[in-house]
């Protein structure tokens, strides 16, 4: 199924840029036409035709457009045409590779120059690339797992314990020397004598009123100041 949509889409993609590629050629040129006047085998000679381009043909109901064949293009003989356009406006498809030859059908008129011969050339290219189915790939080997820097990571060995540090050797420890009976706490409990006075000490030290420090006897008096100044500024106000 993905193969039929590629082929699909590639043969659409084709048509569309020979549709693209495809030009109109109006026989004569801009400046000239298909009638007597023009010299129409110069301007075949200034360009190149291929498959898919067309020919466009306008002409005055005086003339007329035979596509015959080579003998009949050599003689101007229009006794046989393989096709006869006189609509005045004809525009004929070069559909496929090779040379195609056209004369005007009016007596006369071969002879004084009315008659092309066009060498339609194939395409590059003139058919849709087929498409390839897509390579199999193989699945890769796993990866080395890799270091930061890039460069495959050496297997992981485990460090080798110092001597200090293995558990298979116990270090030794010297007994520490026995504490001597000066070195040892003693525990000595305070007598109800001192604990009375501690008592009594502690008592008479902490105050029995409301504490009056000197930082709370400079804000009282900062206050007061302040309220002085501000009646001062207002009566100055005034």
Partial sequence: MAILKTLVSLAAT??????AMAATHSVGGANGG????????????SHKFSVGDN????????????EVSKADYDACQTSSPLKTYSDGNT???????????????????????????INTLPTSPSTPPSASPAPKTSPSPAKTPQSASGSPSSPHVPPTQSPET???????????????????PVNVSPSPADV????????????????????????FQRCITFGFGLVLVVLLAL
């Fill in 166 to 184: 293995s558990p298979s050797v116990t270090p030794s420890v010297s007994p520490s020397p026995a504490k001597t009976p000066e070195s040892a």
């Fill in 34 to 45: 298909w009638d007597t006047s023009t010299d129409v085998e110069t301007w075949v000679a």
């Fill in 91 to 117: 525009l004929v498809p070069l559909t496929s590779p090779g040379k195609r030859y056209f004369i005007c059908g009016t007596l006369g008129h071969c002879s004084q120059g009315m008659k092309i011969e």
């Fill in 55 to 66: 020919l466009l043909f306008q002409y005055t109901p005086n003339h007329d457009v035979l």
């Fill in 196 to 219: 009375a006075s501690t008592e009594s000490s502690e008592t008479a030290s902490s105050p029995r009123g409301p504490p009056s420090s000197p930082a709370n006897r400079n804000r």
């Fill in 14 to 19: 084709a048509m569309v840029v020979q549709l």
